[in-house]
């Protein structure tokens, strides 16, 4: 593999970090350390000055995410790594890609000049995987932090159970194998030089 370089201007998406996927209704989930490596995140780029968007699910009344309700709200870890400064742009949404929230990710992202994106939070095989791949078909060098970020089993058509580690590898073949974007873990980003 190529030396990973991040971009000065690189936009950490932190996509949907909220309370309700502690509910119960979700199911079991993989990678207890997806929250610790978030926070990890944030908080280099706040270091670095390079820009952080925070997304938010808005879904339909009778979800632990609807707005209104406690699980709308997002993890202290956000706020907490972030520290004092706002993020850089708030986006909410009501499906799954950031791209589809307001306000609008791309326009706000092309005006800035900013081409290279990363991608953390919740969930890996739905928000997050619909963002990179939207993000690889808009022109955007996609980095996919497959560390920071978990899911849940889920019910196939067949009634089975896919466990929620075989879909965090389904996607990080399909992304990669696709060239959706690049999949990588949190100290890949945490030790590699920017450019200019």
């Known amino acids: 593999m190529s030396e990973i370089q991040i971009e000065k201007n690189a936009a950490l998406i932190v996509v949907d970090v909220q309370k309700g996927f502690e509910d ?7 990678n207890p350390a997806a929250e610790e490596n978030i926070a990890a995140l944030i908080r280099d780029w706040r270091a670095q000055r390079r820009p952080v968007v925070v997304v938010r699910q808005d879904s339909a009344p009778g979800s632990p995410l609807a707005p209104g309700m406690p699980g709308n709200e997002l993890k202290g870890l956000v706020g907490e790594s972030l520290g004092p400064e706002a993020p850089d742009l708030f986006v909410t949404k009501s499906v799954n890609s950031a791209f589809y929230g307001k306000p609008n990710l791309d326009e706000w ?3 800035r000049g900013i081409g290279q994106i990363v991608i953390v939070g919740i ?6 995987e619909t963002t990179a791949r939207m993000g690889g078909n808009l022109g955007y060098r996609v980095l996919f932090v497959i560390d920071a970020m978990h899911t849940f089993d889920a019910f196939g058509p067949d009634g089975e159970v896919v466990t929620a580690e075989e879909l965090t590898r389904a996607t990080s073949a399909s992304l990669h194998h696709g060239g959706f974007a690049r999949v990588l873990r ?3 980003l945490l030790t590699a030089p920017a450019t200019a």
């Open 109 to 111: 992202l092309r005006e």
């Open 24 to 30: 119960p209704y979700f199911g079991r989930r993989d």
């Open 123 to 128: 969930q890996t095989n739905m928000c997050n």
């Open 186 to 188: 949190t100290a890949d």
